[in-house]
């Protein structure tokens, strides 16, 4: 199972993941698609969109299973927070991904690094099939 996180999103929508790990991704997505409720709040706030492309990362998203808050990813995140140096948004990313039991996909692997029983993959520096 896989949690997909912001960055590694809008470089899917631009073409932009390796070609290494374009079938491995495009798998991912096809069977399962994942986000957190804060990807997708980053994904669809990036100001990189113009009317058109805001519209087609709408519909893409609109395939994502949507994974909300909870009480468990909420203290996950409180935990996480005050035990080492993540960002908010970060925080609530790691948490949906150890709460769902997910591995998380993300390019920024040093964002994450410090976090105890979590899984990154990170398509940039992975080959994958």
């Known amino acids: 199972m896989y949690l997909i996180d912001t960055n590694v999103l809008i470089y899917y929508l631009n073409d932009s993941i390796p070609e290494s790990s374009k079938i491995f991704m495009t798998k991912v997505l096809s ?21 058109a492309t805001f519209s087609k990362a709408s519909e893409f998203l609109g395939y994502a299973d949507v994974i ?52 990154v993959l990170n398509p940039w520096n992975s080959v994958i099939n």
């Not at 468990?72 to 140096?85: A, N, P």
């Open 68 to 119: 909300g808050l909870n009480n468990v990813i909420e203290s996950t995140s409180i935990s996480l927070r005050r035990s080492v140096s993540i960002g908010f948004a970060d925080a609530i990313i790691a948490a949906t991904a150890l709460d769902i039991g997910a591995v998380l996909i993300t390019r920024n692997e040093k964002d994450f690094k410090n976090i105890a029983n979590l899984t």
């Open 31 to 51: 069977e399962s698609f994942r986000v957190s409720v804060i990807t997708k709040m980053e994904f669809l706030g990036w100001k990189g969109f113009n009317p």
